[in-house]
């Protein structure tokens, strides 16, 4: 199979003798296709860098950041699964993913690490409050599925002292934003492109007051060159 970089390179030398003022452009048209996956992303139709690697399906500027702490103690809750679920389990200490389509469910559980489960629960009572059950508080706890409004009103009751909440696509869903606003967390927006789609959206961070994760890597922040850090 072809690489991503030997179909468009022929392609990006031709559009720069036609359009040389374009240039910068066509440069950053192909870094984001290229260098962070994403032309692999759009032709898998799942979240993916360039290697073939999972990625949760957030903006790209909301991976880079994860990308530069350290998660190997953190325990993870997840409304919705997929690629996430697969990040999070090489990562992070313990993966817990709850989801609603039995189809999905099955192909998410076909292929987890040791450290990582997915729950089906097709209600949305049942997946909502699947997070009740459970016999912990996360460190991170991701909003990525359905009932995000639900899921936000009781997400913090679960959050670690020192943990956060992501809620992607949180331009679409402000009442839920809101609603974790009410719980006395920071606000962090992480908007751009991402893997998959062909359109920028946010990504959401809510930190708690005492927020206390710590970066994976000496020199942080890493300048993002050439794509995500690693």
Known sequence: MRSPKSILKPSYAVARKLFPN?????????????????????KRGLPVLVD???????????????EQIDLSDKNVFEWGSGNSTRYWAARCRSATAI?????WFDSVAS????????WLRESPDGYVNAISSMEKAFDIIVIDGI??????????DFLSE??????????????AAKSLRTKSLIQVDFAGFGPVNEYAWTTSFFLRRHFDFHPRMSDWPRPAIGGLAR
């Open 99 to 103: 989801e609603n389509q039995p189809s």
């Open 22 to 42: 374009a240039t910068k452009q066509l440069r950053c048209c192909y870094r984001l296709a290229v260098d962070y996956g994403q032309y692999r992303s759009i």
């Open 147 to 156: 009932e995000r409004e639900r899921c936000a009103a009781v997400a913090a």
């Open 162 to 175: 020192s943990g956060f909440i992501i809620l992607d696509n949180s331009d679409w869903h402000p009442l």
């Open 52 to 66: 073939g690697s999972p990625i949760p399906w957030f903006t790209y500027p909301a991976i880079e950041y994860l």
């Open 111 to 118: 292929d987890l690490a040791a450290n990582a489960r997915v």
